[in-house]
Nanobody, 118 residues
Framework: QVQLVESGGGLVQAGGSLRLSCAVS????????MGWHRQAPGKQRELVAA???????NYADSVKGRFTISRDNAKNTVYLQMNSLKLEDTAVYYC????????????WGQGTQVTVSS
């Protein structure tokens, strides 16, 4: 069983920064991509950022220029650096792993709450 454990969420003021971490129980190079998703109250879960096995990042337009996804293969850990946080960034953030076989995010963490205040 693959386990993903997020950490780093919390309460932060608008304009502030936060770094999320996702620790994975096996080598992350086994996956096509790692991604960060978020779900805000009353909204569907959305992909925020993803990074491929080849270290190629992609971002949602809403976070481009503010968030940075990175990976440390030796530590089996994925990070999301969140800068210039806005009120609308408030959500539960989830880490997920995309399997090579299915091309879908098949494994998910439990989520970590990020709350941005004015």
């Amino acid at each position: 069983q693959v386990q993903l454990v997020e950490s780093g969420g919390g309460l932060v003021q608008a304009g502030g920064s936060l770094r999320l971490s996702c620790a994975v129980s096996r080598s992350i190079i086994l996956f096509n991509a790692m991604g960060w998703h978020r779900q805000a109250p009353g909204k569907q879960r959305e992909l925020v950022a993803a990074i491929s096995r080849g270290n190629r990042p992609n971002y949602a337009d809403s976070v481009k220029g503010r968030f940075t996804i990175s990976r440390d293969n030796a530590k089996n850990t994925v990070y999301l650096q969140m800068n210039s946080l806005k009120l609308e960034d408030t959500a539960v953030y989830y880490c997920a792993a995309m399997t090579t076989l299915t091309g879908a995010y098949n494994y998910w963490g439990q989520g970590t709450q990020v709350t941005v205040s004015s």
